[in-house]
């Protein structure tokens, strides 16, 4: 059972405490339509966006931090605060979160969940601090930005939530080792662009599921399919199949591979194409809550690079690139590769 944690000192004012309890209980509620808490999204943005030390008045260039590593591209702080705006995206990560931590309670120990890219906000684990207990549930938050996770730390320690943190740690996720024999229940990451690309999603939960195979995913599975756009959530995209997915079973499968590339699939183009290919993505966060075409940015149809002009019948083979630019890449069956 949730149990509403008051901190008994923080930089914030009491209504501030209640306010954060109120938004996250309705966050929370798995009896809530993602639908429904458009209203409450926007109330938590606008409150982590008052208190943060994030400069929020368009005065810093989005894309100032940004970092490329071996296994992507770290967006900056100020494109992390962003994601915020995301209404259905907040709401679906939260509240899958917080049925995550609900299904792994046990007496004997708080649920230790690991964060992958907190970003400024830790946008995920702060609601959840003002519901569970240091008790019931504790954070390790990594960000491979210093001047995003000071944020994040400075946030949740003005609420007077530190007690809810094991540890803060600067590193880029895709290499972290978890110490041996430290406790990981829930495994959550957002690090993601559509149809995962260019950000390390992919390395991140590769690197950090193989250490804690135990753990639950958040999300549990990330497909991308092949097909033609809708042209709304009334009216939604003709499904050619699926090319790749990262979920728990495939990260076990692909333990033996070395390469610079992971397996996807080969489709069969169907002879009328229409407004397609796109590339389409579906993400499962949590035991049925799940984010569709057109729900929130990462799910927008995307053409395949360099708009081919591609004819209908034809064969197209999938693979997934690694690296520093991540992403599909696909090449016609006897013809020139190229990538996302």
Known sequence: MTTTFEPAASSTSLNT???????????ADPTRSLASLIGETGELRALVERHTRLCMDGSVHMSVGTSILPSGKAISPMQAALCAREPFRTAAFIQGLAQAIRAAMTPQRPVAVLYAGCGPFALLA??????????????TLLEVHADALDDARALIEGFGYGAHVAQFVCTDAATWRIAPGAPVDVIVSETMNTA?????QVSIMRNLYIQA??????????????????????????????????NAAAILDWQALD???????????????????????????????ALRDYESSLNLPLQLPGKPQLQGGVTLAFSYRLGPAPGLAWEVQEATQETA
């Not at 405490?17 to 966050?27: D, K, M, S």
């Not at 080969?266 to 993505?281: A, F, K, S, W, Y």
């Open 17 to 27: 405490h209640a306010e954060l309890v109120r938004i996250a209980g309705a966050l």
């Open 126 to 139: 702060l609601p959840l601090m003002a519901l569970f207990t240091p008790d019931q549930v504790q954070f």
């Open 196 to 200: 995962l690309g260019k950000e390390p």
């Open 213 to 246: 195979p135990q753990a639950t995913l958040v999300p549990a599975a990330i497909a991308v399919h092949l097909g033609a756009p809708g042209r709304s959530q009334e009216q939604p995209c003709a499904d050619w199949g699926r090319i790749f997915e990262i």
């Open 259 to 289: 390469g610079p590339t992971l397996p996807a699939a080969t489709i069969r183009l169907p002879e009328v194409l229409g407004d397609g290919p796109r590339l389409l993505t579906r993400i499962e966060v949590y035991d049925g809550i």
